[in-house]
């Protein structure tokens, strides 16, 4: 039980780190970057959405 949720715990630090480093890259500030990291779905979606879709299919010729 521990050892799940230690793993569970490493795992959304990692995630909230890497949100963070991202943000940061893109040119925030750090406190910016700080609630990006504690929000990362939300970051992510709007990441998604202002690179214009990179993952979906190729364009329909």
């Known amino acids: 039980m521990l050892i ?5 715990i490493l795992g959304s630090g990692a995630l909230v780190a890497l949100t963070m480093i991202g ?3 893109r040119g925030s500030g750090l406190m910016i970057a700080a609630l990006a990291g504690l929000a990362f779905p939300v970051a992510w979606t709007a990441w998604y959405l202002q690179d214009g879709h990179p993952f979906r299919s190729a364009p329909r010729v």
Not at 4 to 8: E, G, K, N, R, V
């Open 4 to 8: 799940a949720l230690a793993i569970a």
């Open 23 to 25: 943000q940061r890259s």
